[in-house]
């Protein structure tokens, strides 16, 4: 089951949401990792599958494996990448044996552990002697991530008291290193990933946030319907009519396992 209603809604929904941002942004991940040919992998918090795609793609299906909480998710990650041990679990107790992989990488994850400090000290221990943890969020605090402060830009001209999405883990400069380094990881090193996303027009910006996904989908159901069109004409005024592309900036750390 879901752990949270902020991830219980259908793959579908969360591919027009934030999966348009995963398939670039696993790239550069998968970069920063270093992962390639023969090298087991795993993909925690994998979602419906982007991250777990582009690990495929770079070592086999045969030695990737996938895990997140949200039963639906982790049935839309298995039937897109054919022959992954894909698991329901979560980062803090992960279902594999101490130096399976050789890497470990989360995808806009760690803000969303209840425990993110063990949640990398389990990426850790499944994790062989010399392999790399990497993990990345978005750069909420300042702002990088132009589609999620849009909309929260938005939502504090309504609620100004709300929290927002900048008090969780990973989405502030230094964070995500600083765990890697308390967790016992060497040689850590990070910095920003950043990708974009292409929209239509602005009712492909804004429908998805009807659907419920994520803190920001969950804030605005939230919402009563005068409110609700509120933060949509907020958005609205600060966007472009016709097609436009939305920068989105991660922090990422990596480091190796001592
Ligand atoms: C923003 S989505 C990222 C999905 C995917 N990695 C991607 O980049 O598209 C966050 C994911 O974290 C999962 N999640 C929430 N709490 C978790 C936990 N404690 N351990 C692992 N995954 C968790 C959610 O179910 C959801 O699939």
Known sequence: MPD???????????DRFMGRYTPPLAAALADAAGVREGQHALDVGCGPGGLTAELVA???????AAVDPAAQFVAACAARNPGVDAR????????WDDGTFDAALACLV???????????????????????VALCMWD?????????????????????????????????????A??????????VTGGTLTVSADYADFDDFWQPFTLAVGPAGVALAGLDADEQTAVREGCRAQLPDGPFSLDARAWYARGTVA
């Open 178 to 187: 600083d765990r890697l380094e308390r967790a016992g990881l060497t040689e």
């Open 58 to 64: 770079r070592t086999g299906a045969e030695r990737v």
């Open 110 to 132: 760690i803000g969303f552990m209840a425990d993110p400090d063990q949640g990398v000290r389990e990426m850790a221990r499944v994790t062989r002697p010399g392999g790399t």
């Open 140 to 176: 909420i605090q300042t702002g990088g991530m132009t589609m999620l402060r849009t909309f929260w830009t938005a939502v504090r001209a309504v609620r100004p008291d709300s929290a927002g999405e900048d008090r969780r883990a990973g989405t502030w400069e230094g964070d995500i």
């Open 4 to 14: 949270s209603p902020q991830f219980a809604a259908p793959a579908e929904h969360y």
């Open 88 to 95: 329901e679990g979560t980062a803090e107790h992960l279902p």
